[in-house]
């Protein structure tokens, strides 16, 4: 099975906690303030059976600037990755679909993931021709206990 993979591992955000910051919302600067602080790491990740050769060479390039929009985060942080060449069935065929989940601590919800479900299906749609009906997609909020990172959590790290 194969990974195509994209997005810059978080080395700045390690150092600037080292030295007790974090990166604010806009980037330009640091806070030690928890509401100031944005939460990092999304990840949407696409399984489909469409094979390998029918996804675009520059399609997870063109999706991490789109993922890190809808989530207001920045690209440096942001991870798409598509398993293709699946065996698998929906709605009882096999014609292209897919299924995906966002992984992000925080910037998920009721209503937010109603506009990142609208975003992201017609991403999919343009960039890999599956329609929004054939394409579900998982939203998980986690915790900064939940996720590690460089041998810790992104909690010991924001701490």
Known sequence: MAIVQVGLLMVHIQRQAKRGRVVKKNCDSTARDPSERIVIMPHFQIQTNLPRSKIPQDFVYKSVPILAKILDKPVELCVVSVVP??????????????????????HLGVEENKKHS??????????????????????????????????????????
């Open 85 to 106: 060449d699946l065996i698998m069935s929906f709605a009882g065929t096999t014609e292209p679909f897919a299924i995906s989940s966002l992984l992000s601590i925080g």
């Open 118 to 159: 609208k975003a992201l299906s017609e991403l999919v749609e343009k960039e890999l021709g599956i329609p929004a009906n054939r394409m579900y997609i998982q939203f998980q909020d986690e915790k900064k206990a939940n996720v590690g990172y460089q041998g810790t959590t992104f909690e010991t790290i924001w701490k």
